[in-house]
C-alpha cells in the first residue's frame, strides 16, 4: 500500500496559520529547574516548570490554574527543537508517555521532549483539588466518599468546573507553547484525545508550528455515529475480526450457556466476559490469545483466561506505576459527556439493547447515561477544523479500538482541505502507537520528521508474530 498524500489549494497555505500568533500567555518566571523525582525510572535528568493561565482566557480576572510541564532534554547530544507530547483521555496526565521515552526519542531524534499534564490531570490544577491531592485517601485518584465530596465541590462552584473544557485546555497547550518554545523546529504530537486538542488549539489559539502528528486521530466531532455513545460497536467490529466464522459461533454459543458462565464469573471482573475480552484489544500480545481463550472456556478450561488476567494486571501495573498516572476521571467525565456523547438522552436500556448482540462490549457508553457533573454546553468551536495546517502525519492502526480506523481516514480527508496531510496505516496496530506497535511508529514517524520517504503502511509487531 503506498502512502497517502492529501494537499490542500493555495488558497489555505500555511502562512495564513504562522501569522496567527497565541493570545495566551503563560506567567512569566516559570523556568524549568531539576525535578524532585527524578529517581522515578525513566526520569533522571528531567526539568520540570509549573506555569500559569487563566483558568478561563476570555476572563483573565476569573483565576488562573497550575499548569506542570516536564522537559526531558534531548539524549543525542544535539538538539534540533522539540516535540510538545499531548497525552489522551481526556484525563490523561502527560506520565502517559514515560513508560515509553525510548521509542518517542527513536520516532523524534535530536529533540526536547517537552510533556504538559492537562488541566485538570496530573500535578497540574486539578477539579477536585482536595479529593484529587497526592496527600488524600486515594492520593489522585478518588475512593470511598470523596467521590460525593468531588462531586458536591463541582456543583458548588458552576463557574470554576464548567471553566475545564476543551477549548480552554486548547488555549493552556497554546500558552505554554509559546512562553516555553526554544531555539530550532517545534513539532507537536498528540494521541486520541490529544489529537482533537491539539486541533482545537489551531482553531482557538494558534500558533506557529513545523509539524503535527497525529496517532489515534478521533474521527470527526460532527460524526455523532461515531461518538463515545457508540463505543461497543467500535471494539465489537474490531474484536470480530479476530475470530473466524466457526470461532464467532462457538462464542456466541459459549455466551448463551448459563452452566458455563461459572467458568470467568470470578476471572473476569464484574463477572463480565464480553467486557474483558475487549478491553485486551488494547494489548496486542493479549488480543491475539483471544480465539484460544474462546476455545479453552468452550472445553471447560478456563487457564489460558487466568493467565491472561493476570498478564493484564501485569501491563496496568508498568502503565501505571507513577504517582500521577492514575486517569482524573471527574474530567474523564465532564469533558466526555459535555463534548463527546451526541445523545444526552442515552438511557441504560438503550445502552442495554445496542450491547445485546454484541461479542465484545465497552463500559463507556453507561458511564454516559446520567452522568453526575455538572455538564457544560459545546462552544462554537466543536465540529468545526482549522483553517490551516502545518505539514501533517496521521497514523493509525487498523484494529484501533478506541478510535476506529474508518473514522481516521474519513477525517484525514477532511483535514487535507487545510494543508498537506500524510496517511499511514499500521497493519493490524492497536491504541497508543508508541506502545502498542513501537517499531512501525519508530520508523514512520522519524521518516516524517526527516522528511524522507514516509511509508505507507506498516506491519505491526503483532501480526508479524502471528
Given at each position: ?64 490554574v ?5 522537559k ?10 522539540q ?5 489522551g ?7 502517559s ?54 462531586i458536591?465541590g ?30 530550532g ?12 486538542l ?31 455513545s ?27 450457556a ?32 483471544i ?16 493467565v ?26 465532564l ?5 463527546n ?44 477544523s ?37 496517511f ?43
Amino acid at each position: 500500500m503506498s502512502k497517502t498524500i492529501y494537499r490542500a489549494g493555495p488558497r489555505l497555505a500555511l502562512g495564513c496559520l504562522i501569522a496567527a500568533i497565541s493570545c495566551g500567555a503563560a506567567v512569566a518566571g516559570d523556568g524549568f529547574t531539576p525535578c524532585g523525582d527524578t529517581a522515578l525510572p525513566g526520569l533522571a535528568g528531567s526539568l520540570c516548570a509549573t506555569s500559569h493561565t487563566p483558568l478561563r482566557p476570555s476572563d483573565p480576572a476569573a483565576g488562573v490554574v497550575d499548569l506542570f510541564v516536564r522537559k526531558f532534554p534531548s539524549t543525542s547530544g544535539t538538539t534540533t527543537g522539540q516535540v510538545w507530547l499531548i497525552a489522551g483521555g481526556p484525563g490523561e496526565s502527560g506520565a502517559s508517555f514515560y513508560p515509553f521515552l525510548d521509542t518517542l526519542r527513536s520516532a523524534f531524534p535530536d529533540r526536547d521532549l517537552m510533556i504538559p499534564d492537562h488541566r485538570g490531570t496530573g500535578y497540574s490544577t486539578r477539579l477536585c483539588p482536595a479529593e484529587e491531592a497526592a496527600g488524600s485517601p486515594g492520593g489522585h485518584a478518588l475512593t470511598g466518599a470523596e467521590w460525593g465530596s468531588c462531586i458536591g465541590g463541582m456543583y458548588a462552584d458552576l463557574d470554576r468546573t464548567q471553566a475545564f473544557t476543551v477549548t480552554n485546555a486548547s488555549h493552556d497547550l497554546s500558552a505554554l507553547i509559546t512562553r516555553h518554545r526554544s531555539e530550532g523546529s517545534v513539532q507537536v504530537y498528540g494521541v486520541s484525545y490529544g489529537t482533537q486538542l491539539i486541533l482545537r488549539m489551531l482553531q482557538t489559539a494558534p500558533v506557529a508550528l513545523d509539524a503535527i502528528v497525529l496517532d489515534g486521530l478521533v474521527p470527526l466531532e460532527a460524526s455523532p455515529e461515531l461518538d463515545l455513545s457508540h463505543r461497543t460497536a467500535v471494539v465489537d467490529k474490531v474484536g470480530r475480526s479476530l475470530l473466524s466464522d466457526d470461532q464467532v459461533q462457538a462464542y456466541e454459543a459459549l455466551l448463551a450457556a448459563p452452566d458455563r458462565h461459572a467458568l470467568w464469573a470470578e476471572i473476569a471482573p464484574r463477572g463480565d466476559l464480553r467486557q474483558f475480552l475487549a478491553a485486551l484489544l488494547n494489548f496486542p500480545e493479549l488480543r491475539d490469545q483471544i480465539p484460544a481463550i474462546i476455545s479453552a472456556l468452550t472445553e471447560g478450561d478456563a487457564s489460558p483466561l487466568l493467565v491472561v488476567r493476570a498478564a493484564l494486571e501485569t501491563e496496568f501495573d508498568q502503565l501505571g506505576r507513577y504517582p500521577q498516572s492514575s486517569p482524573a476521571l471527574p474530567l474523564v467525565v465532564l469533558m466526555n459527556a459535555s463534548e463527546n456523547n451526541g445523545r444526552r438522552d442515552l438511557t441504560a436500556a438503550d445502552v442495554e439493547v445496542e450491547a445485546r448482540g454484541a461479542l465484545f462490549t465497552s463500559p463507556l457508553p453507561g458511564l454516559l447515561v446520567g452522568p453526575s457533573a455538572p455538564l457544560y454546553e459545546r462552544d462554537i468551536y466543536f465540529g468545526r477544523s482549522p483553517a490551516a495546517l502545518p505539514r501533517t502525519l496521521v497514523i493509525h492502526g487498523t484494529l484501533d479500538p478506541n478510535t476506529p480506523y474508518e473514522g481516521a481516514v474519513a477525517h484525514a480527508a477532511k483535514l487535507a482541505e487545510a494543508g498537506e496531510v500524510t496517511f499511514a496505516t499500521v497493519v493490524s496496530g492497536a491504541h497508543m502507537l508508541p506502545f502498542a506497535a513501537p517499531e512501525c511508529f519508530a520508523r514512520v514517524v522519524s521518516a516524517f520528521g526527516a522528511g524522507t520517504d514516509v511509508p505507507g503502511s506498516c506491519a505491526s509487531r503483532s501480526q508479524t508474530g502471528q
